[in-house]
């Protein structure tokens, strides 16, 4: 009977205008999501129209991503301070104000700084609508409500990169921004409607050094480890940047520790379940993004398809995370978070192995469906329990900081995995192509002209191209031959490193949850 009453009022308390709170917040979060997505999709178009050279499009691809990592800490803790529901709002209009800079930018000069900025509004929405959804539920709706949202954000984020492209290829890029604008002003509308206002309790005070010890040490950390795919990890374009971010989070933490109302809330560490939490998704971010953005540049450029064809291609894995995020929802609670985690990461673990055995340059679809559901299904398991878990274990009143720091894993999660297996793709790769031409007979000077030969390849007549370099059509042939070889083989070896790390992220799920279900 006490039972029943306790379930009364829960019942009672809840709000019964939450679900379309989760509605807001998720179309808001969305407007950032394409953000993110969006510059690696219209950089060429970009390119083309303002002139822009490669450096400086890759860092208007970059900027947006590092000043969201950089700021991602400060936006969580305003938002508890000074109102969640507030500083999403400015977070929402910034967005929208930006991507119009954006959209009707005449240079790339203005394009940086608006991109720019871009990022540190993305910085105040990423956290604050996950913040906002911990406190709208209960424990027992929680999962449920978290993973609807990481449902929907998972696949209408596929779908929207297929969006993206297609507005890129029909109107141009600067169209692309007009569905962030949309996205934005909606979900502003919708959070005014219906969330309700919610910060921390007690007279905190805003820790405006730490957020900037954050900001300096995570920007440092994120553009060093950018750079190492095309500098090298031992270059000082990386180790500079990447030793002065460290220093800085080092600093951070001894000025954390000694502070009242610190940014950075090293409490939340003491909790395990927080701790081991945010160790594991950085560890499935730096697996999962790693190994998609590979085989998604895999697909374009040695199987030569088209964006959206690559998009297709991979959209299992989407739709995959979007079932098994609204089933997994349902799942917590009734098996222990033991078993679903390791679950979850054991198929991520499966997937990225065979998708590691059947890849090659003659792959179908179909070769790639069955190993894209195993990480995608694998992924959505692991991943609603664990983020269910890291945010109920922080108090409300940390809710913003706990949903920064989160994603500030996920963050740098991305960016290792895309730099550090982009980089032993490419080390891989080089070795395998230099050996194996080396082993049919060219000389070294042959070897580096090989290189000017693939950047004709499917451009022009074989012959021609063989004649242009001075070597034979059968040598040519070659050359492409071994250059399929060693691409698959780097990529090979970056889904069989990302099995290794999730293979690891088990064992530590294993030892570390409980091995009961949460009791409600």
Excluded: C, H
Excluded at 205 to 222: P, S
Excluded at 354 to 360: D, H, I, K, P, R
Excluded at 498 to 512: C, D, E, H, P, R
């Amino acid at each position: 009977m006490a039972n029943v009453d306790n379930l009364e009022r829960i019942v009672k308390k809840r709000d019964p205008s939450r679900w379309m709170i989760l509605a807001s917040v998720l179309v808001g979060a969305l407007s950032v999501l394409f953000d993110s997505a969006l510059m690696g999709l219209i950089a060429p178009a970009i390119s083309q129209d303002l002139g822009a050279t490669a450096t400086t499009i890759g860092l208007i691809s970059a900027i947006s991503t590092l000043m969201l990592a950089a700021f991602i800490l400060g936006g969580g803790t305003l938002g508890d301070i000074y109102g969640r529901k507030r500083f999403l709002s400015y977070g929402l209009v910034g967005v929208t104000i930006t991507s119009m800079m954006a959209m009707l930018s005449p240079n790339v000069g203005l394009l940086v700084p608006v991109r720019g900025l871009a990022g540190i509004m993305a910085a105040m929405v990423n956290p604050l609508a996950l913040a906002i959804i911990t406190v709208t539920f209960d424990q027992e709706e929680r999962p449920k409500a978290l993973g609807i949202y990481g449902a929907a954000m998972g696949v209408v984020g596929g779908l929207g990169t297929i969006v993206i492209a297609f507005l890129n290829q029909r109107f141009g890029w600067r169209a692309t921004f007009t569905l962030i604008i949309f996205l934005a002003v909606v979900g502003l509308i919708m959070v005014t409607r219906f969330v309700k206002e919610s910060k921390a309790g007690g007279d905190k005070r805003v820790d405006w050094i730490g957020i900037l010890l954050t900001a300096m040490g995570l920007f440092g950390v994120v553009f060093g480890i950018n750079q190492a795919g095309t500098q090298g990890f031992l270059s000082p374009a990386v180790l500079v940047p990447v030793i002065i971010g460290v220093v800085l989070l080092v600093v951070l933490i001894f000025y954390s520790r000694q502070t009242k109302d610190p940014a950075l809330q090293l409490m939340l560490f003491k909790n395990k379940d927080f701790s081991v939490g945010v160790l594991l998704v950085l560890l499935m971010m730096f697996a999962a993004q790693g190994s998609f953005f590979q085989l998604s540049t895999y697909l374009q450029s040695l199987q030569q398809v088209s964006p959206i064809q690559a998009a297709l291609t991979l959209l299992p894995y989407t739709l995959a995370v979007f079932v098994f995020s609204i089933l997994a929802g349902g799942w917590v609670g009734k098996r222990s978070n033991r078993t679903l985690v390791t679950g979850g990461l054991l198929l991520m673990v499966i997937g990225l192995s065979a998708m590691g055995f059947l890849l090659s340059s003659v792959a179908s679809f179909w070769v790639y469906l069955v190993p894209l559901i195993l990480l995608g299904s694998g992924f959505s398991i692991a991943n609603t329990p664990r983020i269910s878990t890291v945010l109920g274990s922080a108090p409300p009143e940390l809710a913003g900081a706990a949903s920064a720091t989160n994603n500030a894993a996920m963050q740098l999660g991305t960016s290792l995995g895309i730099a550090m297996l982009g980089a032993l793709f490419q080390s891989v790769a080089r070795n395998t192509y230099i050996s194996n031409l080396t082993n049919l007979g060219l000389t070294s000077e042959k070897v580096e002209k090989s290189v000017q030969v693939l950047n004709e390849w499917l451009k022009t007549n074989s012959g021609d191209v063989a004649a242009q370099f001075g070597i034979t059509v059968q040598q040519l042939e070659g050359v492409i031959s071994e250059y399929q070889i060693a691409f698959t083989n780097g990529v090979t070896n970056v889904l069989w490193l990302s099995a290794g790390v999730i293979a690891a992220g088990t064992l530590l799920a294993w030892f570390k949850y409980k091995k009961t279900a949460d009791s409600r």
